[in-house]
């Protein structure tokens, strides 16, 4: 079963690049296939990992042309917003869980030309989403628990992301709908045929001896 438009984006986490050579690995991936590059921002409060800021997303930005996907796993993130678009960030998720005017964080990162968009944790109700809804380009549902990459796809994800994909129909919105957590030949297809489109990959596409093949799998087996 496919997804509402029909079309599987991946999206490499440099989280499970090198970070000795983040740029080697960014043009890895871009050349075995990438459409887009995903990037999570940890501060070690909202999460427990600390991880990058803007300055990276800034020094990578003039390394690709794919959109850079800045996933703000911080508190008050509206405080950073500013920074992530001024680095180059494409599109910019923050969380449904600490940002309680969520309208006016999407307003902020759609007047800096990027697509914003709501993410949500597994143990998140999809309810939360429905009055912002309308005022983002996508949902990243999240499939673990955000903080490390190598967890474990949590099965009821897949029908939340239905439900999730039920009120974007229902609504005839406008919004894809991002997975991140687990995703590999295994779970991408049931995920993708409940509404998913956009694939977050970091140890099945960095942990693969082959990131072309490891980004094709999932293409095909959405
Ligand atoms: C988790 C991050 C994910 C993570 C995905 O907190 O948001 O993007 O890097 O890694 P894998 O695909 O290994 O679960
Ligand atoms: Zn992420």
């Known amino acids: 079963m496919a997804n509402r438009t029909g079309t599987i984006r991946v999206a490499p986490s440099m989280l499970s690049a090198d970070f000795s050579a983040l740029g080697a690995d960014l043009a890895?991936?871009?050349?075995?296939?990438?459409?887009?590059?995903?990037?999570?921002?940890?501060?070690?409060?909202?999460?427990?990992?600390?991880?990058?800021?803007?300055?990276v997303v800034?020094?990578?930005?003039?390394?690709?042309?794919?959109?850079?996907?800045?996933?703000?796993?911080?508190?008050?993130?509206?405080?950073?917003?500013?920074?992530?678009?001024?680095?180059?960030?494409?599109?910019?998720?923050v969380h449904v869980e600490?940002?309680?005017h969520l309208q006016r964080a999407l307003a902020m990162i759609r007047a800096g030309g990027a697509k914003a968009g709501i993410a949500i944790n597994p143990a998140t109700s999809a309810d939360t989403l429905a009055e912002a809804?309308?005022?983002?380009?996508?949902?990243?549902a999240m499939t673990v628990n955000p903080g490390f990459g190598g967890q474990k796809f949590l099965p009821p994800s897949v029908e939340k992301v239905?439900?999730?994909?039920?009120m974007i129909r229902d609504r005839n919105l406008d919004v894809a709908i991002e997975v991140d957590g687990?995703?590999?030949?295994?779970?991408?297809?049931?995920?993708?045929?409940?509404?998913?489109?956009?694939?977050?990959?970091?140890?099945?596409?960095?942990?693969?001896?082959?990131r072309r093949a490891a980004i094709e799998l999932l293409k095909r087996r959405g």
């Open 28 to 55: 890895a991936v871009e050349e075995a296939g990438a459409d887009v590059i995903h990037i999570d921002v940890m501060d070690g409060h909202f999460v427990p990992n600390i991880t990058i800021g803007p300055l």
């Open 58 to 93: 800034r020094a990578l930005r003039p390394l690709t042309k794919l959109p850079l996907d800045c996933h703000l796993m911080i508190s008050e993130p509206q405080r950073y917003i500013g920074a992530f678009l001024e680095a180059g960030a494409d599109m910019i998720s």
């Open 98 to 100: 600490v940002e309680p």
């Open 133 to 140: 809804l309308p005022y983002c380009d996508y949902v990243l």
């Open 162 to 166: 239905r439900r999730i994909d039920r």
């Open 182 to 210: 687990g995703i590999d030949r295994d779970t991408a297809p049931a995920i993708v045929g409940a509404g998913a489109e956009i694939l977050v990959a970091g140890t099945a596409v960095f942990g693969h001896p082959d």
